[in-house]
């Protein structure tokens, strides 16, 4: 049984940093691709980063050179650093498979971070 577990979110003032942990259970994150998503309240999910298999990081506009995205294969997780946050980065922050179609089943509960301006 995939499961996937966010935490560290929060409430940081514009310009500040997160570190968002995701811990998986059911999968190994050396071997799959893993992505970071958020959703906006009135906006679809969005992916925003994504560390393949092989190493490789991808990132949104949105967020390239603001974000990094990273794994801790001891620990079985797939961390979000955010800096420099941005009102608009407030989200629900979600990890999950980046492939396509994204599997529902394996959507947690999320972590909010909230940005004040």
């Known amino acids: 049984q995939v499961q996937f577990v966010e935490s560290g979110g929060g409430l940081v003032q514009a310009g500040g940093s997160l570190r968002l942990s995701c811990a998986a259970s059911g999968a190994t994150v050396s071997d799959n691709n893993i992505g970071w998503y958020r959703q906006a309240p009135g906006k679809q999910r969005e992916l925003v980063a994504t560390r393949r298999w092989n190493g490789i990081s991808v990132y949104a506009d949105s967020v390239r050179g603001r974000f990094t995205i990273s794994r801790d294969f001891a620990k079985n997780t797939v961390d979000l650093q955010m800096s420099s946050l941005k009102p608009e980065d407030t989200a629900v922050y979600y990890c999950?498979?980046?492939?396509?179609?994204?599997?529902?089943?394996?959507w947690g509960q999320g972590t909010q971070v909230t940005v004040s301006s």
């Open positions: 999950n498979f980046a492939q396509k179609p994204i599997p529902t089943d394996y």
